[in-house]
């Protein structure tokens, strides 16, 4: 294998790499799970964890808040009506229009990647306590 070079990740969570004719095999505990229909790599507890932006979390507050802004402003009369024009259930706009509810802290979390494993966008779109410091 030529020096600089990397073999496939061994089983348990490691990785292999040749340099200068040594190899040194570097093991990270570690485990995959499925987290918003997708697989994700899950650091152990105290582990340093990278910020990881949900680009869907991020994309359904920044829908809410434009709703919430359509409507206010008048250019809709109703959640029915501007539903139709999105071409979306008025159900699925609500739940939607529910996020501008959250707890100004949780949604800087959010859009700094920082909130945690148990807030996914299906469980923000579940109803939730609208009393910020009992939310998530």
């Not at 105290?46 to 829908?63: E, F, M, Y």
């Not at 699925?92 to 229009?97: I, K, Q």
């Not at 945690?116 to 410091?133: I, K, N, Q, S, Y």
Request: hydrophobic share 40%; charged share 25%.
């Amino acid at each position: 294998m030529p020096v600089g070079s990397r073999r496939p990740h061994p089983p348990g969570g490691g990785v292999t790499a040749v340099a200068g004719g040594d190899t040194l095999v570097l093991h990270v505990p570690y485990r995959v799970v499925k987290r918003g229909g997708r697989k994700e790599m899950q650091l152990p507890e105290g582990a340093a964890q990278p910020r990881r932006t949900d680009n869907s979390l991020v994309k359904a507050l920044a829908r809410a808040f434009r709703w919430k802004r359509m409507l206010e402003s008048g250019e809709f009369a109703t959640i029915a009506e501007l539903a139709k024009c999105e071409g979306i259930a008025p159900s699925y706009m609500t739940r939607v229009l529910r996020l501008t509810l959250l707890a100004p802290d949780i949604v800087e979390a959010i859009l700094d990647g920082q909130q945690g494993p148990e807030v996914t966008l299906a469980r923000v779109l579940e109803p939730f306590p609208m009393g910020w410091d009992i939310q998530y």
